[in-house]
C-alpha cells in the first residue's frame, strides 16, 4: 500500500507545485500582523486636555499655540512625582471674571477648583484621526480601548476551535476560503462601525474568521511538502507575520483615518477569495476521506508541475493515517508526564501571546515617534527564524526554546530598570526582549506538536494552544491599566511571566532525533523508546554495510 509520503518522494517535496502554492500561502500571514497589533496606531491615544470653549475662542482670538493655551489654562497635577498638566481635569472658573488676556505670560489658579470634563476633550493629533478620538475614549473610559483588543481575542478563540473542526470537516481548502470571505465582509463591517460597542461586535466576529483562516492555511501548506520541510515551511510561514509588520507603520503613517487604514489592512482577505483557483486541496485530507479520486486529479497536476513522470505505485494510493482511537481531554491529563508537558505548553502559549503582545502594544504608550520605534522593534524579530533554523538540529529544541524565553525575561527587568535619558541602551534591551520573544512564540508552535502521541496530538496542540488567546485578552488590560500606575510595571510582570517559562521548559524533554511518539508509554516511558532505538540502529548495523547504515533515514525521527 501506498501513503501520500511515497508520492511525494516520487513527485517531488519540495517542487514547483509546492513552492508556488507556499508563495502564495505565505502572504496571508501579512495582513494577519495588521489585524494582530493594528491597535497600536487604530487605538493611538495622543496628548489630550479638557475642551473649554472659553479657551477656544479665545485661542483663536488671541492667535496662541495649541502648548501656550494649555500652559496657561490647564491645571496642574501629581503623576509618579512630577507636575504634569491634566488629561481629565480643568479649572472651574468663568474665564472672563480671570485675569486672563492675550498678552497673559502666568496665571495664579492655585486656588481655583477643578472638576471633571464638561465638554469633551482637546486631542494633539492634528490632520489625523484613531477610534480613542473619535468615541472619546479616555480618562474613565479608557478602559475600553482595551476590550478592542480582548475582544479579537475572543473571537480568535472561537474561531480557531471551529475553524479549526470544519478544515477537518469539510476541507482545508474550503475552511480557509470561508474564512477569508467572513474576514474581508467583518473587516469592511468594522470600518463603517456607527458606535464603539457596535465596533467592539464587529470586531469580534473579526477575530473569528482571521485566525482560523489562517491556521487552514499554514495546516494545507504543511501537508503538501515532504517531512524534512515542514518545520522549515512552518517557521518561514510564520516570518511573513513580521513581514506584515513592516508594511503597518508605512500604512498607518500615510493613513490618517483609522477607518481607511482599516478597509486597507481587510483589502487581501477580499484578494485570497482568488484562491479558490490558484490553490488546491489538500491531497492528504482528501485520502483522509476517501476522495481517491479527486487526490489522484491533484497528485497528476502537481507532477505535471513539478515535471515529473507520475509514479507508477499510484493505484495503490491509500490513507495510513487513520486512527481508530478516540482522543479526549483526559488524555492529556491523565498520566504524570502528559500532565507535566500540557500544563508547560499551555503556561508558555500564554507567556508567549501576553508578552509578545504586550511588547508591541507597549510601542504605542511611549510618546515617541509611535512610526519610527514600531519599525525599529518589529526588525529585529527577522534574526529570530534564522536563529531557529540553525540552532534546533544543532542543539536541539529545548535549550534554544528556554533561553530565548529567559532573554525575554532578563531583557524586560533590565528595561525596567535604565533611565528614560538612556533612550538608546533601553531600546536595544528592549529589542533584545523583543527577539526573545519572538523566538519562544515560533518554537512553542512545532514543540507542542512533537511532545504529545500521533492519537492526541491534534487535540494536544488544539487545548494549548487556546491559551494563547486567553493571553491576548488579558495582555491589554495587564499594559494599559498597570501602565497608568508606573509605565514600566507591565514590564515587570512580562519579565516574571517571560523568566517562568523559560525554567519549565527546562523540565521538558528533548525531541532532537527522537522519534514522534506514537503512544501514551512512549511520553511516559521514554527510555523504552531509546532502547528500541538503540536495537533498531543495531539490526540496522548487522544487516547493512557501514556506509549504507548512515544514510538511512527515518522519516519518523524529527
Request: proline letters at 4%; one cysteine or more; charged letters at 20%.
Amino acid at each position: 500500500m501506498t501513503n501520500f509520503d511515497d508520492i511525494l518522494e516520487e513527485t517531488g517535496k519540495f517542487g514547483r507545485f509546492q513552492k508556488r502554492m507556499f508563495a502564495l500561502l505565505c502572504l496571508v500571514s501579512m495582513p494577519w500582523a495588521g489585524v494582530y497589533v493594528g491597535i497600536v496606531f487604530q487605538g493611538y491615544t495622543p496628548n489630550h486636555w479638557c475642551r473649554d470653549s472659553a479657551v477656544v475662542e479665545m485661542r483663536e482670538e488671541c492667535g496662541w499655540t495649541l502648548e501656550n493655551s494649555r500652559r496657561l489654562t490647564v491645571p496642574l497635577v501629581n503623576s509618579s512625582g512630577v507636575l504634569q498638566q491634566s488629561s481629565c481635569k480643568q479649572y472651574e472658573v468663568d474665564w472672563n471674571t480671570t485675569s486672563l488676556i492675550c498678552d497673559s505670560k502666568e496665571l495664579n489658579l492655585s486656588r481655583i477648583p477643578t472638576t471633571e470634563c464638561k465638554e469633551g476633550w482637546e486631542y494633539d493629533y492634528e490632520g489625523r484621526r484613531s477610534f480613542v478620538t473619535e468615541f472619546d475614549l479616555v480618562c474613565s473610559d479608557a478602559w475600553l480601548v482595551d476590550m478592542y483588543q480582548a475582544t479579537l481575542n475572543v473571537g480568535f478563540l472561537v474561531g480557531s476551535i471551529a475553524i479549526g473542526y470544519l478544515a477537518d470537516r469539510f476541507g482545508r481548502k474550503m475552511s480557509f476560503l470561508m474564512a477569508s470571505l467572513m474576514n474581508g465582509i467583518a473587516g469592511i463591517v468594522v470600518a463603517v462601525a456607527p458606535n464603539y460597542v457596535a465596533l467592539l461586535i464587529f470586531r469580534m466576529l473579526y477575530g473569528f474568521g482571521v485566525k482560523g483562516g489562517w491556521v487552514a492555511g499554514y495546516v494545507l501548506i504543511t501537508e503538501v511538502v515532504g517531512v524534512e520541510y515542514r518545520r522549515t515551511v512552518g517557521v518561514i510561514y510564520q516570518m511573513f507575520f513580521s513581514v506584515g509588520l513592516l508594511f503597518l507603520p508605512l500604512f498607518a503613517y500615510f493613513i490618517t483615518d483609522w477607518r481607511w487604514l482599516q478597509v486597507v489592512i481587510t483589502a487581501p482577505y477580499i484578494f485570497f477569495l482568488v484562491y479558490y483557483w490558484l490553490v488546491p486541496e489538500s491531497p492528504r485530507w482528501l485520502l483522509s476521506q476517501n476522495k481517491k479520486a479527486k487526490a489522484m486529479v491533484i497528485i497528476e497536476a502537481m507532477a505535471k508541475e513539478n515535471r515529473v513522470p507520475l509514479p507508477k505505485n499510484i493505484e495503490s494510493l491509500a490513507d495510513d493515517e487513520a486512527d481508530s482511537s478516540t482522543a479526549s481531554f483526559m488524555d492529556l491529563v491523565r498520566t504524570p508526564n502528559m500532565r507535566k508537558q500540557t500544563f508547560i505548553l499551555s503556561f508558555n502559549w500564554f507567556t508567549s501571546a501576553v508578552v509578545y503582545q504586550g511588547l508591541i502594544m507597549r510601542v504605542g504608550i511611549l510618546g515617541g515617534n509611535v512610526y519610527v520605534d514600531f519599525l525599529i522593534s518589529t526588525l529585529v524579530e527577522f534574526p529570530a527564524a534564522f536563529l531557529i533554523l540553525f540552532t534546533i538540529e544543532r542543539i536541539g529544541r529545548r535549550l534554544p526554546f528556554a533561553t530565548s524565553n529567559i532573554v525575554a525575561g532578563v531583557s524586560c527587568f533590565i528595561t525596567a530598570c535604565i533611565p528614560e535619558h538612556m533612550f538608546w541602551f533601553k531600546t536595544v534591551v528592549a529589542c533584545v526582549g523583543r527577539l526573545g520573544i519572538t523566538m519562544a512564540f515560533e518554537m512553542v508552535v512545532f514543540v507542542n506538536t512533537e511532545l504529545y502521541p500521533t492519537f492526541v496530538r491534534n487535540l494536544g496542540v488544539s487545548v494549548c494552544s487556546t491559551l494563547c488567546d486567553v493571553g491576548g485578552i488579558v495582555a491589554p488590560f495587564l499594559l494599559y491599566r498597570l501602565a497608568v500606575i508606573w509605565l514600566e510595571l507591565p514590564l515587570i510582570i512580562f519579565g516574571a511571566l517571560a523568566f517562568m517559562a523559560g525554567g519549565l521548559v527546562l523540565l521538558l524533554p528533548e525531541t532532537r532525533g527522537v522519534p514522534l511518539p506514537e503512544t501514551i508509554d512512549d511520553i511516559e516511558f521514554p527510555e523504552k523508546v531509546k532502547e528500541r532505538m538503540a536495537q533498531k540502529n543495531q539490526q540496522l548495523a548487522n544487516l547493512l554495510p557501514d556506509n549504507d547504515v548512515s544514510t538511512n533515514k527515518d522519516p519518523a525521527v524529527v
